[in-house]
């Protein structure tokens, strides 16, 4: 069956590294860390202390009113901000009918943060000083309806919650709504805000966290012989999607191509990877046969890269096992080791950082790959970015109960 073509005309982003597409890409190709001891949460004495928050925020009126900015919890906060920035870029605003333009939006844990506040304000205070709006701010398909109100959108709408591979399979979604024609364009990816005393003693208790208090900059290292858990981080990451052909009549500036997208399940544990990639191999390799194109043509892969010790041997074992002799020739990186793992919305920055490197021709890096793990025998583009004319970049997110999303993207050309 022929399928159309999908563009990407809008992209934005956040995360501890900065506020905005381009102050993210400044430092993540500088190399710069923006994970830190925390700053709104007070975690003194606590296991982990550091994380990747985002700094000097607050959303603009414009986008936001005073009045409802207090009904919402923070992950909208960044959606509505991010998805702000990719709409500007794209200059979709009127471009289609509304009931032809949607959005698909992924969030791992929704609004944390408020139901945490609220528990805590029903134990102390009883149920009648409970907000009328609870609900409504902390739910994850909240994103994608106050985008909808926000642009008077009326096509497709629903959240995707899908541990750490929600943004990716949101994006995969919203790809098969443009390629199957029932939609035009589709406002996708996810964001996450869930740095909580909750969510921190959670991970910790699991021993996913690495304990590094003493130099959290360092404590992101995927690939690294001396990793020990990953770095929580909270963001956003946005895409416009849209027909390509359509977009093209309308004078759209096209970025890039989404041309491929995989999803599997490992079904095998709860929280750990299969050894050998019994999921993520086929989830890589469905995406590639969707993008109809061979192993050897992806340049780049912005690997899931948690710093975690099994996950980080386990997506190396898998990337070997699709890329063949190839995998040796690969540029990959894990960007995690600057902005922290974002949960829900890993796959809609790091989805966001693969479509700037095929613009900009440049590859971030991994940073604090110092002392690299034998069993992690690839490129990983240690430390400084390097620039690298590309084709075809490939990003993989992988999450608790063994869920995986692959999803390839193509340098645009007329």
Not at 150 to 175: E, L, P, Q, R
Not at 346 to 375: F, H, M, R, W, Y
């Amino acid at each position: 069956m022929e399928t159309n073509r999908v563009a990407i005309t809008g992209i934005g982003a956040m995360c501890g590294l900065g506020n905005s597409m381009d102050e993210v890409w400044k430092n993540l190709i500088a190399g710069k860390s923006g994970i830190s001891t925390m700053e709104n949460v007070d975690l003194t004495n606590w296991p982990v202390q550091f994380a990747g928050q985002v700094k000097d925020f607050e959303i603009s009126e414009d986008i936001l009113d005073k009045k409802q900015q207090k009904r919402f919890d923070r992950f909208i906060h960044f959606a509505l901000h991010c998805t702000d920035e990719a709409m500007k870029q794209a200059n979709l605003e009127n471009a289609y009918d509304p009931l032809m333009v949607g959005s698909i939006f992924g969030t791992g844990l929704g609004g944390l943060p408020e139901i945490e506040k609220t528990a805590i304000t029903l134990h102390e205070k009883g149920p009648r000083r409970i907000s009328p709006f609870f609900i409504p701010a902390f739910i994850p398909n909240m994103a994608p309806g106050m985008i909808s109100m926000k642009y008077g959108f009326k096509g497709v709408n629903y959240a995707t919650s899908s541990a750490c591979a929600s943004a990716s399979h949101a994006i995969g979604a919203a790809a098969n709504e443009i390629m199957l024609g029932r939609q035009d364009a589709v406002i996708t990816g996810g964001s996450e805000a869930v740095l909580t005393n909750l969510s921190m003693a959670g991970f910790s208790s699991m021993k996913a966290l690495s304990k590094w208090n003493d130099k959290p900059s360092e404590a992101s290292r995927p690939f690294d012989k001396d990793r020990n858990g990953f770095v929580m981080g909270e963001g956003a990451g946005i895409i416009i999607l849209e027909n390509l052909e359509k977009a093209k009549a309308r004078g759209a500036n096209i970025l890039a191509e989404l041309v491929g997208h995989g999803a599997t399940a490992d079904a095998y544990h709860i929280t750990s990877p299969h050894p050998e990639g019994e999921g993520t191999v086929p989830c890589m390799q469905q995406a590639l046969r969707d993008a109809g194109i061979k192993p050897e043509d992806i340049d780049y892969i912005n690997a899931h890269g948690t710093s975690t010790p099994l996950g980080d041997i386990a997506e190396t074992n898998a990337i070997k096992n699709v890329f063949g002799d190839h995998a040796y020739k690969l540029t990959v990186s894990s960007t995690k080791s600057m902005h922290g793992h974002l949960l829900g919305a890993a796959g809609g920055l790091e989805s966001v950082i693969c479509i700037k490197a095929l613009i900009e021709g440049v590859i971030p890096p991994t940073i604090n790959l110092e002392n690299q793990d034998p069993e992690c025998d690839l490129n990983y583009t240690a430390n400084r970015a390097v620039e690298k004319d590309m084709i075809y970049a490939l990003n993989n997110s992988f999450g608790f109960g063994g869920t995986n999303s692959t999803t390839i993207f193509k340098k645009y050309s007329k």
